[in-house]
């Protein structure tokens, strides 16, 4: 019976995950394809693109994405299952019954490597593949000519060498009115111009050029020569009738050879890059030792003295009978001109030097830089595909911590997560290519980071671990930030025993009578002594505990009344702090450590002062409160 019970729970889960897990996955697919159209736009709109190939174009993308939409679709979807499981109370059921939380999630695990292979293959097989189809396809969208729209009243350039105007157009006979064209084919000094009446504008059959009838006009073309520099240029004037022009516009879509870019890393699988990874390695090995030889000659060459310099130098050491050079006497020595022609070689080999280093230099960084991408492509098909678990690591406990199903909190968390998982992968990616940081530190610095959060959510949600509860953070911020817990009574729908106000009464002012001797006996509004609080001082306040009691019962009391105006001055009782103003720590010798620490001791004695001030108010309002309850007591005759 245990093994069927678990296998139908298995069933279930992964029943509920994966109907989640299609949904987003979906989602996420068009999210990333509408992102890459909105990156291309300018290349498909307005160029009168075929619909096939739009169809080509996002069959294409779809592919090419499929393995980043797997690891956000389920991290989604395990934020939304588990999330539903524990705000239906389905996981407080499971865990009743003796399942733990990583058992739950066994089955999900099993799914998630599969789901793993399965983008190792897209990204091994298809997708460098379709990758290779999409750019091909991108460099044939830019390179096709728009089409043709001519907007009125505004000059159009859509056409190579050619400005067109129109003043008006007819929408019915496809007439164009008002028309001229600047031809500058020739040139822009050499342009020529036309103005027509009206005219007609098409495409001839083979779709290879523009027929332009226009009626009665004028053309105007320059006939300056380049030999010509005379201040008067002459010109040719035509009018016409009737005139038509050819002009040559290819609006046909023709799909470009992609050969040239099957270097890309992006469009290679495993074994081609191991392989180009090698032979790019062997090639730079022996460009660099060819290098190293070129430049250690020419350093060498450029510090070789010439023989009518060796004759100089040497008569000069005969001359002076000195065993050591001076070089600047050497120089001074010099007439003008030797000097000049000195400085001028010496000029002309260093900047050679360093034309030459920069060339190698730049030919060694671009070619180490196209290794760097190989092997970052290698790793990236490996931590695209453990992605797939490690989000699933992460999603899952936290849909159990959380406990929220729906489109809310889960979609905002998974956002985060998956905004701080592409910026490390950028950064990585970006540091590892140019060389800042080792290529598999960069490749696997987001997966280093986010697996060990993984692990540790997983592990502390399967041990139930108060890391992930709420409320103690909640006390926690209120303790540092010293915030107010303020009191929500509201009448309840059904009261057994009604409040015996008259006991009551006797109560709050017994209780009013407690808060004017606490207050008289530990003088609120005077200063502590700050070595009394530490050394001396105790961090429980019996007195204030007894006084919180009795305002505690009264108010239990009272929150039984039926009168709304009752409950609703119920409401400024305060919640007492009764451990704040006194010494913070537990121990004698703790306080007087942290007493000894100026800068923690000053710090929690201002702390303690703050709260003091605030019980001499909230037992004000205690006092101010009862009364009101009192009042409303009698008046209301309860």
């Known amino acids: 019976m245990t093994l069927v019970r678990i296998k139908r729970l298995d069933i279930f889960v992964l029943k509920s995950f994966g109907i989640l897990f299609v949904g987003t996955f979906f989602i996420c697919l068009f999210i990333f394809?509408?992102?890459?159209?909105?990156?291309?736009?300018?290349?498909?709109?307005g160029k009168g693109i075929p619909m096939d190939v739009l169809m080509q174009f996002f069959y294409y993308a779809a592919l090419t994405l499929v393995p980043k939409s797997l690891p956000?679709?389920?991290?989604?979807?395990?934020?939304?299952t588990f999330g539903n499981f524990g705000e239906?109370?389905?996981l407080t059921a499971m865990k009743a019954a003796g399942v733990s939380l990583l058992r739950i999630m066994s089955p999900l695990i099993v799914l998630c490597v599969a789901l793993g292979m399965v983008s190792?293959?897209?990204?091994?097989?298809t997708v460098p593949h379709a990758n290779l189809k999409l750019q091909t396809l991108l460099v044939s969208m830019k390179q096709k000519s728009p089409e043709l729209e001519i907007p009125e009243g505004a000059f159009y350039d859509g056409i190579e060498n050619y400005n067109l105007y129109v003043k008006r157009k007819d929408p019915d006979t496809g007439m164009l009115y008002g028309v001229v064209i600047y031809n500058m084919t020739n040139g822009f000094d050499n342009a020529t111009i036309l103005k027509a009446d009206s005219g007609r504008l098409e495409t001839t059959a083979d779709k290879q050029h523009l027929r332009f009838v226009l009626y009665h006009g004028e053309q105007f073309e320059n006939l300056k020569d380049g030999q010509i520099n005379a201040r008067n240029i002459p010109y040719r004037r035509e009018q016409f009738g009737e005139k038509t022009m050819l002009i040559e516009f290819n609006n046909d879509f023709d799909l470009m050879d992609g050969s040239f870019l099957s270097g890309n890393a992006m469009n290679k699988n495993m074994a081609q890059l191991v392989h180009d990874i090698d032979s790019m390695t062997t090639q730079q090995d022996s460009i660099g030792r060819v290098y190293y030889g070129q430049l250690k000659a020419g350093t060498y060459a450029s510090h070789k003295l010439s023989r009518s310099d060796t004759t100089k130098l040497r008569e000069f050491v005969e001359k002076e009978y000195v065993t050591r050079i001076n070089v600047d006497s050497l120089y001074h020595s010099s007439t003008r001109d030797q000097r000049k022609e000195w400085l001028e070689s010496g000029e002309r080999r260093i900047n050679n030097f360093k034309s030459e280093l920069a060339l190698k230099t730049k030919t060694v960084f671009n070619a180490d830089k196209s290794i760097r991408s190989h092997r970052i492509e290698w790793f990236y098909k490996f931590t695209m595909s453990l992605s797939?678990?490690?989000f699933f690591l992460i999603g899952a406990p936290l849909g159990a911590i959380i406990r929220k199903g729906g489109l809310g909190m889960p979609v905002i968390v998974s956002v985060f997560t998956f905004i701080v998982y592409y910026m490390l992968d950028t950064s990585g990616t970006k540091l590892a290519r140019q060389g800042e940081i080792p290529v598999w530190w960069g490749s696997w610095m987001s997966t280093a980071v986010l697996a060990p959060l993984g692990i540790f959510l997983t592990y502390q949600a399967n041990k139930d671990s108060g890391v992930f509860n709420i409320?103690?953070?909640?006390?926690?911020?209120?303790?540092?930030?010293?915030?107010?817990?303020?009191?929500?009574?509201?009448?309840?729908?059904?009261?057994?025993?009604?409040?015996?106000?008259?006991?009551?009464?006797?109560?709050?002012?017994?209780?009013?009578?407690?808060?004017?001797?606490?207050?008289?006996?530990?003088?609120l509004q005077r200063y502590p002594n700050y070595l009394?609080?530490?050394v001396a001082g105790s961090n429980r306040d019996m007195q204030l505990l007894r006084l919180d009691a009795k305002l505690n019962a009264c108010v239990?009391?009272?929150?039984?009344?039926?009168?709304?105006?009752?409950?609703?001055?119920?409401?400024?009782?305060?919640?007492?702090?009764?451990?704040?103003?006194?010494?913070?720590?537990?121990?004698?010798w703790m306080n007087i450590a942290v007493g000894v620490a100026l800068p923690v001791g000053v710090a929690l004695y201002l702390r303690a002062l703050f709260f003091r001030q605030r019980l001499r108010e909230d037992l004000n309002a205690i006092i101010k409160t009862n009364k009101e309850i009192q009042n409303i007591i009698y008046e209301r005759k309860l």
């Open 120 to 125: 190792f293959y897209f990204q091994n097989v």
């Open 88 to 90: 239906r109370v389905e």
């Open 33 to 45: 394809i509408m992102q890459l159209l909105w990156l291309y736009v300018d290349e498909l709109v």
């Open 532 to 534: 009394g609080m530490f």
């Open 388 to 390: 797939c678990l490690v």
């Open 471 to 523: 409320d103690i953070y909640k006390n926690a911020l209120r303790w540092v930030f010293a915030l107010r817990v303020k009191r929500n009574i509201s009448m309840k729908e059904v009261v057994i025993d009604d409040p015996d106000y008259t006991a009551i009464s006797g109560e709050l002012e017994k209780l009013t009578i407690a808060c004017n001797e606490y207050t008289s006996q530990h003088l």
């Open 72 to 80: 956000l679709a389920v991290l989604l979807a395990a934020l939304i």
């Open 556 to 588: 239990g009391q009272l929150g039984n009344s039926r009168s709304h105006e009752l409950l609703k001055v119920l409401n400024n009782y305060p919640v007492l702090s009764v451990n704040a103003h006194v010494a913070p720590m537990p121990r004698k």
